[in-house]
Nanobody, 119 residues
Framework: QVELVESGGGLVQPGGSLRLSCAAS????????MGWYRQAPGKQRELVAG?????ITNYADSVKGRFTISRDAIMVYLQMSSLALEDTAVYYC???????????????WGQGTQVTVSS
């Protein structure tokens, strides 16, 4: 019904920058909150940044001042700067979507994109 496709991951040196993108498609009636999560090896998935349909943002303390989340109707972006080794993880896009066939909005996930910070 709904597909989220991430792009923009890759290998970057410490201090570098990357921009992740996520495109939503499918039987979408309305997208509520969108966000980015990440999961490093051996760790639980954690929220990196979120943004409401009204543009209100929130960030994990570890990325405040370095990452910026933004969105439009069907896309969400994560601009990452001053990347550090500990930012290495698989980054997942998340969107809470109301479809024409579902009564309630439910969360959907992308397949993930690898971000590796290494010298």
């Amino acid at each position: 019904q709904v597909e989220l496709v991430e792009s923009g991951g890759g290998l970057v040196q410490p201090g570098g920058s990357l921009r992740l993108s996520c495109a939503a498609s499918g039987n979408i009636f309305r997208i509520n909150a969108m966000g980015w999560y990440r999961q490093a090896p051996g760790k639980q998935r954690e929220l990196v940044a979120g943004i409401t349909s009204g543009g209100i943002t929130n960030y994990a303390d570890s990325v405040k001042g370095r990452f910026t989340i933004s969105r439009d109707a069907i896309m969400v972006y994560l601009q990452m700067s001053s990347l550090a080794l500990e930012d290495t993880a698989v980054y997942y896009c998340n969107a809470v979507v109301k479809t024409a066939s579902n009564k309630d909005a439910v969360p959907y996930w992308g397949q993930g994109t690898q971000v590796t910070v290494s010298s």
